[in-house]
T-cell receptor, first 111, second 116 residues
Framework: GEDVEQSLFLSVREGDSSVINCTYTDSSSTYLYWYKQEPGAGLQLLTYIFSNMDMKQDQRLTVLLNKKDKHLSLRIADTQTGDSAIYFCAESLSGYSTLTFGKGTMLLVSP | NAGVMQNPRHLVRRRGQEARLRCSPMKGHSHVYWYRQLPEEGLKFMVYLQKENIIDESGMPKERFSAEFPKEGPSILRIQQVVRGDSAAYFC??????????????FGPGTRLTVT
């Protein structure tokens, strides 16, 4: 079955790095995503990674994928107060276009 | 190019009433997805539609819920005889035509339904 797990809360100081972790159970997941949700808003796609990749970097964001352990992480360098939001990990299966989301990690960045 | 539009943004219904949620996909997008977010939960897939076709409704409750995406006009998610447990945020996403590229799902701002 499909299941995506995330820790619920992370607190960091401005300027530090944040690492948000996610585990998934379905080994046939082909695409893995990180979405950001600010209060009262919809979801914004931050980045995604294909399952045949180990790492992807996009400006301050680094995604690491350990397919053996079914573990995905999002690292935000130089975290800013504007990064405070809920971050959702999601997966989709090969040839399937719907997304399965985790419950989200609330990131709180303090000055 | 306007993003995915949803209306209303907030909807209050009494138990037993009907709720109609509308979603206008991005221009040029022909795939629509509906997700539900219960309080303190992640988003759960409900239904995937293309114009005039329901492709996958495996996430839809068996009763009271229906969805359509007509040839003209927005996609509609309808909830009949609402109950308190239907209170949630309902998000619509759209993607362009083709093979349904999953990484191109763009989300709307959501409709927050409150059932009193």
């Amino acid at each position: 079955g499909e299941d995506v797990e995330q820790s619920l809360f992370l607190s960091v100081r401005e300027g530090d790095s944040s690492v948000i972790n996610c585990t998934y159970t379905d080994s046939s997941s082909t695409y893995l995503y990180w979405y950001k949700q600010e209060p009262g808003a919809g979801l914004q796609l931050l980045t995604y990674i294909f399952s045949n990749m180990d790492m992807k970097q996009d400006q301050r964001l680094t995604v690491l994928l350990n397919k053996k352990d079914k573990h995905l992480s999002l690292r935000i360098a130089d975290t800013q107060t504007g990064d405070s939001a809920i971050y959702f990990c999601a997966e989709s299966l090969s040839g399937y276009s719907t997304l399965t989301f985790g419950k989200g990690t609330m990131l709180l960045v303090s000055p | 190019n306007a993003g995915v539009m949803q209306n209303p943004r907030h909807l209050v219904r009494r138990r037993g009433q009907e709720a109609r949620l509308r979603c206008s996909p991005m221009k040029g997008h022909s795939h629509v997805y509906w997700y539900r977010q219960l309080p303190e939960e992640g988003l759960k897939f409900m239904v995937y539609l293309q114009k005039e076709n329901i492709i996958d409704e495996s996430g839809m409750p068996k009763e009271r819920f229906s969805a359509e995406f007509p040839k003209e006009g927005p996609s509609i998610l309808r909830i009949q005889q609402v109950v308190r447990g239907d209170s949630a945020a309902y998000f619509c996403a759209s993607s362009p035509p083709g093979q349904g590229s999953p990484y191109e799902q763009y989300f709307g701002p959501g409709t927050r339904l409150t059932v009193t």
